[in-house]
């Protein structure tokens, strides 16, 4: 709601997020589409709560999440929010299961379920792969 956002460099401010609002309901499908540079990824690092909106709230299921503290916020997105960015971000010293298996063992799921529930991920996301368990690092057992 009323979502603004500047960045200032040099000097220079730019307001990119210019008080957005938008609903976005359950099972809805949403595409945020525009030129390079116009904010789509800001928009998407505000909404996904990375980075805090200048003024502006954002609600999810009717609860303001930047009026959580970091701990909270880290916990928010770790359960519910799933991110897939376009740069990498995973993390080099750890295998691909070993990645995708990281949110569950944030949260504390027990090892065996987490990495099968990423093996199912893995399958399915790259199915001509023949899946991870092709390769002996990447297993449960
Ligand atoms: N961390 C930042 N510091 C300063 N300016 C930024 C920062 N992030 C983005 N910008 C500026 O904000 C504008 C929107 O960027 P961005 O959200 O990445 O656009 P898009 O994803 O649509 O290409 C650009 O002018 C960009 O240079
Ligand atoms: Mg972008």
Not at 8 to 28: A, C, H, K, P
Not at 34 to 59: F, I, N, Q, W
Not at 78 to 101: R, Y
Request: charged share 25%; proline share 4%; aromatic share 8%.
């Amino acid at each position: 709601m009323d979502v603004q956002k500047s960045f200032v460099t040099n000097g220079n401010r730019v307001d990119v997020l210019r008080g957005i609002d938008l609903d976005i309901f359950e099972g809805e499908m949403v595409a945020i589409v525009g030129a390079s540079g116009v904010g789509k990824t800001t928009l998407l690092h505000v909404m996904g709560t990375l980075e805090r909106p200048d003024d502006g709230e954002v609600l999810y299921r009717g609860e303001r999440v930047f009026t959580y503290d970091e701990q909270m916020l880290a916990s928010f997105r770790n359960q519910t929010i799933g991110f897939v960015f376009q740069a990498h971000h995973l993390l080099p010293e750890f295998n691909a299961l070993e990645n995708t298996m990281m949110p569950g063992l944030i949260k504390g799921v027990n090892r065996k379920e987490t990495c099968e529930r990423a093996e199912a991920i893995l399958t399915r996301s790259y199915p001509d792969s023949g899946g991870p368990r092709q390769s002996p690092e990447t297993s449960c057992w």
